[in-house]
């Protein structure tokens, strides 16, 4: 029997228990497939894919095509976890028009369950015209990537009275506005306690701290595959890195040396096989 996708009720009643939700980034068919056999509940196709898959200095160059592309890969192995994917810049700020049909491309193109967009109370719009059109938003608040020059690079949010005053209400009006789940990158643990205690609905922390209603990271940085650099907020849990390289050159040697396809690796035939296949 095919195991039964996650939902969102189900997601919030995890908070509502008191019980963890934990979410990770996936790109493509082989990482979504282990990413859903390992039980997490959320696959995030975050735009992050820009970076570690595709070379990009930054997400704002990623496209909607790339988006689906990769979020279609995602969808096809995804059997129990819930898929987001991540809307990529200027995909949703340009008008409301737009902003539904980009995401319905996700949902209906794609195959995912639901969109993310980064931003705080200014994009409340734009999650109620989503969520009104019938597909659920996650939002993301905090350090939004797409805009980061903005705000002046990749830093902390909401270490002053304002702007963590800002972040609470932010959270609040994007709660307002439908969203069922709200990503916050990068603020300090003490501000993400406070917006998850003051929320209904749940909080995922990536540089959060702990007091959030789950948490999620990005799938290259917890196996070691992405080494252009490592956030402080990263746990690595393996380092895979070493390993592949280790035994690409292996393979290299070995082919060179004439090690490689040995006989076990080797489709023989029978001498009178042979004999048929190249008479006289
Ligand atoms: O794109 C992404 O991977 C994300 C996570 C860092 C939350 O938005």
Redesign the pocket.
Known sequence: MEPKKITISQLQQKKEKGQKITMM?AYDYSSANFVDQAGIDVI?V????GMVMLGYNS?VPVTMDEMVHHCKAVCRIAKSSFVIC?MPFLSYQVSIEKAIENAGRLVKEAGCESV?LEGGSEMAPVVKAIVDAGIPVCA?IGLT?QTATKLSGFKVQGKDAESARQLIKSAKDLEEAGAFMI?M?CIPEVLSARITNELHIPTIG?GAGKECDGQ?L?YHDLVGLFERFTPKFVKQYVNLAPQIKGALIKYKEEVEAGTFPGPEHSFAMKAEEVSKLYPG
């Not at 975050?46 to 894919?49: E, F, Q, T, V």
């Open positions: 980034t995030l975050g735009d992050s894919l997400t991540d993310k993301h990537p990503v990158e990536i999620v990005v």
